[in-house]
């Protein structure tokens, strides 16, 4: 077994500069930005041999892991990950992802949850939550699996998987600080009637420092009142998820054959497979959770390649398996995208940012003119390079094939 844990550190610089310097005409306002709006891109290529196994070649564009970027949404893919390997390592007889998962509270700002509307049965459990983050990125179900592992198991499996750049020490979309984040709700599992596992409150004492340069931004933010505060906005306190870990994370989950035994993720078969089909499905495909358009459209957690456009005509021989993330003028993708006609694969990640009036929170973010676009095009031109570039072995990919005939 071959370990391909190196950081980008030590991946090509060229090749994606000479490609984006090489079609001005979609990158020239990026490449010509002050900051660069951000940007850092990893790109890996996938050439399989003879035995079908893969091997990665990866190139990069503007990697920084001393510069902080906020990863949003991207965290919720290690982190549902985590909350099956919990369920799988706990080892409690009747315990499984679709057990009953009731959530009290034992903390100021804590919520319960007792019931869910978009599960089959009516009621919340680990693989619902899962279905949402991926299909849709719901907040709410990301935090429901926070609480649920606890932020220090969160924090010790990071770094069991070698992601020593990042952190997860919060919930999102909910203000969360503070002593808030290091509590974590109890928990009750149930089969029917019957308790199975109690999950208790448990707090973490930890910190997980990190000083990275641009964690203060902006000139001014717009505070919990809407009230203009005049500083820059501080992201000393919240998540840190790097370029480089979060393509470890997708290069871990899709490929876990070209780890050693002791570094793949404690998944089962069908985990993989839940993980698998609902990341890479369309949100209109899925019966339940249920979800229509307009506010709901088939590109919508596409942001390499279709950019998230609502009008995005849709190849049908193409599947992307990603986790994507948007706030505070930041998009970011983390994608394998596929086209099984011609038998092409890469794995892309980005981030880009765009706020030029250099204020946060107050919802004026370029994301549809400069994030989107930027990502969309990006995703396009790598994807033309790999339908020319040779390969020695094409690759059997009926390990990615899912029926997505609204499915439950």
């Given at each position: 077994m071959i370990n391909y844990a190196a950081?980008?550190?030590?991946?090509?610089?060229?090749?994606?500069?000479?490609?984006?310097?090489?079609?001005?005409?979609?990158?020239?306002?990026?490449?010509s930005h002050p900051t660069q709006n951000e940007v850092q891109i990893l790109y890996t290529q996938i050439n399989r041999d003879k035995n079908n196994i893969p091997h990665f070649k990866s190139y990069n564009?503007?990697?920084?892991?001393?510069?902080?970027?906020?990863?949003?949404?991207?965290?919720?893919?290690?982190?549902?990950?985590?909350?099956?390997?919990?369920?799988?390592?706990?080892?409690?007889?009747?315990?499984?992802?679709?057990?009953?998962?009731?959530?009290?509270?034992?903390?100021?700002?804590?919520?319960?949850?007792?019931?869910?509307?978009?599960?089959?049965?009516?009621?919340?459990?680990?693989?619902?939550?899962?279905?949402?983050?991926?299909?849709?990125?719901?907040?709410?179900?990301?935090?429901?699996?926070?609480?649920?592992?606890?932020r220090a198991e969160i924090?010790?499996?990071?770094?069991?998987?070698?992601?020593?750049?990042?952190?997860?020490?919060?919930?999102?979309?909910?203000?969360?600080?503070?002593?808030?984040?290091?509590?974590?709700?109890?928990?009750?599992?149930?089969?029917?009637?019957?308790?199975?596992?109690?999950?208790?409150?448990?707090?973490?004492?930890?910190?997980?420092?990190?000083?990275?340069?641009?964690?203060l931004q902006g000139k001014?933010?717009?505070?919990?009142?809407?009230?203009?505060?005049?500083?820059?906005?501080?992201?000393?306190?919240?998540?840190?998820?790097?370029?480089?870990?979060?393509?470890?994370?997708?290069?871990?989950?899709?490929?876990?054959?070209v780890f050693p035994q002791a570094q793949r993720f404690n998944l089962t078969a069908g985990d993989y497979q839940l993980i698998y089909k609902y990341m890479s499905m369309f949100p209109t495909e899925s019966a339940k959770p249920t979800y229509s358009p307009p506010q709901n459209y088939l590109a919508i957690s596409k942001l390499l390649f279709y950019g998230a456009d609502s009008a995005a005509v849709i190849n049908p021989d193409i599947r992307i398996f990603n986790k994507y993330g948007d706030s505070y003028g930041y998009d970011i993708d983390n994608a394998y995208i596929v086209d099984f006609k011609n038998k092409v694969e890469f794995m892309l990640t980005a981030v880009v940012q765009s706020n030029e009036d250099g204020i946060y929170n107050d919802n004026k973010y370029e994301y549809a003119t400069v994030c989107l676009p930027f990502l969309k095009n990006l995703g396009q031109v790598v994807y033309q390079y790999e339908l020319k570039r040779p390969k020695k072995n094409l690759p059997d990919l009926t390990k990615f094939k899912f029926n997505y005939r609204k499915v439950k």
């Open positions: 950081t980008a550190q030590g991946t090509d610089t060229v090749f994606l500069k000479s490609l984006l310097q090489a079609h001005p005409e979609l990158f020239g306002g990026i490449l564009y503007r990697f920084n892991s001393k510069r902080y970027f906020y990863p949003a949404s991207t965290v919720k893919l290690p982190t549902l990950i985590f909350a099956l390997e919990k369920i799988n390592e706990l080892k409690i007889k009747g315990l499984t992802k679709q057990s009953v998962m009731i959530t009290d509270s034992a903390f100021a700002g804590q919520t319960k949850v007792s019931k869910d509307t978009s599960a089959a049965k009516g009621l919340p459990s680990i693989e619902n939550y899962i279905k949402k983050i991926l299909l849709v990125s719901d907040n709410d179900a990301y935090n429901r699996l926070y609480e649920f592992i606890g924090n010790q499996k990071l770094k069991k998987y070698g992601l020593n750049n990042s952190r997860i020490v919060g919930r999102l979309a909910i203000g969360d600080a503070g002593e808030c984040t290091r509590h974590t709700n109890p928990i009750e599992f149930y089969d029917g009637n019957k308790l199975i596992y109690k999950k208790p409150a448990l707090y973490d004492s930890l910190n997980y420092p990190m000083h990275l340069d641009n964690m001014a933010y717009m505070d919990s009142s809407d009230r203009l505060v005049n500083k820059p906005f501080d992201f000393s306190e919240k998540n840190v998820y790097t370029i480089p870990d979060q393509q470890m994370v997708l290069k871990r989950l899709l490929f876990p054959e």
